[in-house]
């Protein structure tokens, strides 16, 4: 018993110079590292002008004009002035979901340039519409008060107010749960000058004008509205049109009449912002 114990000892003794030595263990098996992840590529910012002579904030009216790729963007205003809760607390109605269910039941790609005090209204809907892969929300400033003196009546917004305006439609996007609103601006009216552009310049937004007016604005006949814009459209144009029933109560009507006829004419609908990312640089 004695003699079995020592050599026992002895062989433990041999394996651990062994191991000391470097001699090989026994294999064991290994485990193995579960894969990286996939890094998530970061999203890319959406496509914007250069700044124009001196910094001053870029204004984007169409895209290229090309024949071999026809493509137009309805864009949709949803106005509300800043003044405006006491109508809308008595039951006029700014917003328009059966023009944004149209364009959805059609396919329409469209850009909404809302303002801050629309999406504050109507959080659910802004919510909706920015989270839909089919449309994209842009800035129409909170206010809806003009950039200009002299602009449809609309009150003004001081020249040091103008920035804040527009970082605070922002604010009211995320806080109604939008979860990106692009770095485009439509000046309330359309109404800019060389002052206005430079109280934007530094904010990276590009502002978007347009070449066709839709004229639905206060508009009671559909069919004219229709004809207006169908007669005005070329390759790469950028039509203006309202988001607002009290305001634009035919634009529904119209656009199941617009959207076919371009279609059958060869156009393609997108976004602003893919035609801002094919003008040239």
Request: aromatic share 8%; with cysteine; hydrophobic share 40%.
């Amino acid at each position: 018993m004695i003699l079995l114990v020592r050599r026992i000892a002895a062989v433990c003794a041999l394996g651990a110079a062994l191991a000391a030595c470097g001699a090989p263990e026994t294999p064991r098996t290994a485990s193995r590292a579960a894969p990286p992840a996939p890094a998530t590529p970061a999203p890319s910012r959406p496509p914007t002008l250069a700044p124009g002579p001196g910094g001053l904030t870029p204004v984007f009216h169409h895209g290229p004009r090309s024949d071999a790729d026809k493509t137009v963007a309805l864009t949709f205003d949803a106005d509300m002035t800043a003044d405006q809760g006491p109508r809308a607390a008595a039951g006029e109605r700014f917003d328009h979901p059966q023009l944004i269910t149209t364009l959805r039941t059609l396919k329409v790609p469209a850009t909404v340039f809302m303002t801050g005090r629309w999406a504050e209204e109507y959080p659910a809907q802004a919510r909706s519409i920015g989270r839909d892969p089919l449309f994209e929300v842009a800035n129409h400033s909170y206010s809806h008060f003009a950039f200009t003196d002299d602009c449809y009546g609309l009150p003004t917004v001081t020249e040091e107010r103008m920035r804040a305006d527009v970082t605070r439609a922002y604010a009211a996007f995320r806080a109604a749960g939008v979860p990106e609103a692009k770095p485009y601006f439509r000046f309330p009216g359309g109404c800019y000058d060389r002052r206005a552009l430079r109280a934007l310049s530094g904010t990276g937004v590009t502002a978007v004008q347009w070449d066709v007016v839709g004229g639905d604005a206060f508009a009671t006949d559909a069919d004219a509205v229709a004809r207006q814009v169908l007669d005005g459209v070329r390759p790469g144009s950028v039509v203006v049109l309202h988001c607002t029933r009290s305001a634009a109560p035919t634009t529904e009507r119209a656009i199941r009449t617009i959207v076919p006829e371009l279609r059958r004419q060869g156009f393609r609908f997108v976004k602003v912002s893919e035609l801002i990312g094919s003008a040239p640089r």
